[in-house]
């Protein structure tokens, strides 16, 4: 862990360190300072699904990002050096879901843990038989509760073709897990206009549509063709998310907020009112702003696990 504080900063500053929240307002300007002009501006070129912020958002984006620079420590794993450049990239696509809200929804935790590439984790997973499975599984994201958010630098860089986003995936995980264990369900407090049974409703019945629409594709699917390879990607593709978000309520918000960032029309076709409710709780259209910039629906459809 790197400190670059005064020494009269060191007190406060590694007390809010130590308990997730945000650093000194003088290390938040020096991150801010060092993403210049030239830095911003190809740092926001770099992910297209930005086009279409407004120069005030793009401000408040920029002074997100150099939050989470200053607030959040990164490490690389499998002697991974996370430069600078790989920094912003990652903070500038974790600022995003949060640009109409708040920063103080990504404290309680400090560490971004970078692989180069794929990461294995353990799982564990009880059969219907009432079996204990315990398996070693590749994975491109987790978020910890109140722990680290770890990503895949593969699937985290910038200038890849698809519609998936592990960065903005983990980072829904956060502000999920902010009032308790990931559920679905994000902190509504600072959302009069959103009601929570209302939230669970929409939630259940879109994941129930999703699991149905799911079940319709594996069906569909001919019997010489392996679900599990490539050459069922058409048939995955006319669903509006990835079949990831069939997994579990958490996953269903994890994944439905990648696509209302990265490639929305889908996502609002299938479930208009989800996609409303998602749009009041980040306080953002990003369908709308997308109208007009290039139609990015043959994007491929490819991406690795993220939990
Ligand atoms: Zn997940």
């Known amino acids: 862990m790197l400190f670059y504080y005064h020494s009269s900063e060191i007190d406060s500053n590694m007390l809010r360190w130590f308990t997730g929240r945000s650093a000194h307002p003088t290390r938040i300007r020096r991150a801010l300072d060092a993403l210049d002009e030239a830095t911003w501006s190809q740092l926001v070129a770099w992910h297209p699904f930005l086009a279409g912020l407004t120069a005030p958002e793009l401000d408040t984006l920029r002074e997100h990002t150099a939050w989470i620079l200053a607030s959040k420590s990164f490490h690389g794993a499998h002697g991974l050096e996370v430069i600078p450049a790989m920094r912003h990239a990652i903070a500038i696509q974790a600022a995003l879901p949060i640009l109409g809200l708040d920063t103080s929804l990504y404290h309680g935790w400090t560490q971004i843990v970078v692989y180069p590439g794929g990461f294995m984790v353990p799982r564990t ?81 879109c994941l129930d549509d999703f699991d149905r629409r799911l079940d319709a594709v594996e069906r569909a699917i001919p019997p010489d063709v392996d679900p599990e390879s490539d050459a069922a990607t058409p048939w995955y593709d006319s669903l509006p998310l990835d079949p990831y978000a069939a997994t579990d309520p958490a996953e269903f918000f994890a994944v439905s907020s990648e696509a ?10 299938a479930w208009p009112l989800w996609y409303e409710l998602l749009a009041k709780y980040y306080r953002q259209d990003p369908r709308l702003r997308m109208q007009g910039l290039n139609d990015s629906h043959a994007l491929p459809h490819n991406r690795n696990g993220e939990h």
Do not use: C
């Not at 209302?260 to 609002?268: I, M, N, S």
């Open 125 to 205: 997973e009880v059969d219907e038989a009432g079996v204990v499975h315990e398996y070693m599984m590749e994975t491109a994201g987790e978020a910890w509760e109140g722990g680290p958010v770890i990503l895949s630098w593969e699937e985290a860089q910038p200038g890849q073709d698809r519609r998936a986003n592990v960065v903005i995936h983990e980072f829904a995980h956060k502000l999920d897990q902010r009032t308790g264990t990931a559920d679905g369900m994000p902190g509504l407090r600072a959302h009069p206009d959103l009601d929570a049974r209302h939230w669970h409703r929409i939630l259940t019945a």
């Open 260 to 269: 209302f960032f990265v490639h929305p029309e889908p996502l609002a076709r």
